[in-house]
């Protein structure tokens, strides 16, 4: 899981995306889309538990991120 992550952390910092960020509108919809799916697989493989365990964030934080991956 955490090498999903890495490889996340990865893409993200390097300059070549799968589409330019100079394209309006879509080229920064492809990051959000990659982190948005990436987070999802890694909320729903880890579970709500462990989620619960390590949020540091508020309450309405943590549920917001629940709905968005369906673990609610």
Do not use: E, N
Not at 17 to 24: K, Q, Y
Not at 38 to 60: E, I, M, V, Y
């Amino acid at each position: 899981m955490r090498i999903w992550l890495d490889v996340l952390l990865v893409y993200l910092l390097l300059p070549i995306d799968l589409i330019p960020d100079f394209i309006p509108v879509v080229g920064y919809a492809d990051d959000a889309i990659i982190v948005a799916l990436l987070l999802r697989f890694a909320t729903r493989h880890a579970g709500a538990a462990a989620l619960d365990r390590h949020w540091p964030g508020t309450p309405q934080g943590l549920q917001a991120l629940r709905s968005i991956t369906g673990l609610a």
